[in-house]
């Protein structure tokens, strides 16, 4: 399957961050998305190189309405975009977004012709306490969209404690994660999770990029800090 390398930019950027568009080297072996603040999704698409996706960040589950302040997976896609993040760990923390609010905001990306990017991933001391696999099975359970495929779902596997820290899981523990979900996924939708994309995301750097898409079911990966600068997320795609 074609590797998916996403980047994150999240609460970053101005207008005059799109430069980094520019310089980007999309490789046509990799799918390569960037989920600009929706303030940028528009001028993003209109500058983006050919071959490049844009997608937001997050949506509300409703398809319009009065909801101050949201926006829906409809408008991403009036705009010609392709994916949406949804279940990121900053917004069940800061949001507190529970796996049903996650399954419901993908449900309507999915509703919208987008494909949903649902992150999952546990806490340092979830980890510590040996419970990182039950937490993304539940996770993975709870926020799985109905009638997900491959070509509507991504999974991403994004350890709380490794995000924006400079630390990863060992690569063996990625591994073991992410044959955890591909069996979970097997359990919820059958043969159809053979082809989901699974991404390993938290401090993925050009250092670091090659070993861990070299595991065995991490099928790319979801960059937030490396993602903003264009030197640092080509190296990225160059290792995808
Ligand atoms: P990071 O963020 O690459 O800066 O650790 C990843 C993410 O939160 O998606």
């Known amino acids: 399957m074609t590797p998916l390398v996403a980047g994150n930019w999240k609460m970053n950027g101005t207008r005059a961050s799109l430069a980094e568009v520019d310089a980007l080297e ?12 929706a ?8 500058r983006a190189p050919d071959g490049l996706d844009v997608g937001a960040q997050d949506c509300h589950a409703a398809a319009s309405g009065a909801h101050t302040g949201d926006i829906a997976a409809a408008m991403v896609a ?4 392709t994916f949406v993040i949804v279940g990121h760990s900053e917004r069940r923390t800061d949001h507190g977004e529970t796996d049903a609010t996650v399954k419901a905001k ?3 990306v999915i509703a919208a012709g987008l494909t949903a990017i649902v992150c999952v991933g546990e806490t340092e001391a979830e ?3 040996g419970d990182a ?5 539940a996770q993975i359970a709870g926020s799985l969209p109905a009638g997900a495929t491959a070509a509507n779902t991504v999974i991403a596997y994004e350890p709380v404690w490794a995000i924006g820290t400079g ?8 591994a073991e994660v992410h044959d955890f979900m591909r069996n979970e996924l097997a359990g919820h939708l059958g043969a159809d999770a053979a082809g989901i994309r699974l991404l390993y995301g938290g401090s993925v750097k050009p250092g670091n990029a090659k070993e ?11 960059v937030g800090g490396a993602s903003l600068k264009a030197a640092d997320f080509n190296a990225i795609i160059a290792a995808a």
Not at 167 to 174: E, M, S, V
């Open 127 to 129: 980890r510590d306490a």
């Open 133 to 137: 696999l039950k937490i993304v099975g």
């Open 212 to 222: 861990i898409f070299g595991i065995g079911n991490v099928n790319g990966g979801l």
């Open 39 to 46: 303030t940028l999704i528009a001028d993003m698409i209109d």
């Open 167 to 174: 630390r990863t899981p060992t690569l063996d523990d990625i």
């Open 106 to 108: 993908a449900e309507a």
């Open 26 to 37: 999309i490789d046509a072996d990799v799918e390569v998305l960037i989920c600009p603040p």
């Open 78 to 81: 009036d705009l010609g975009g």
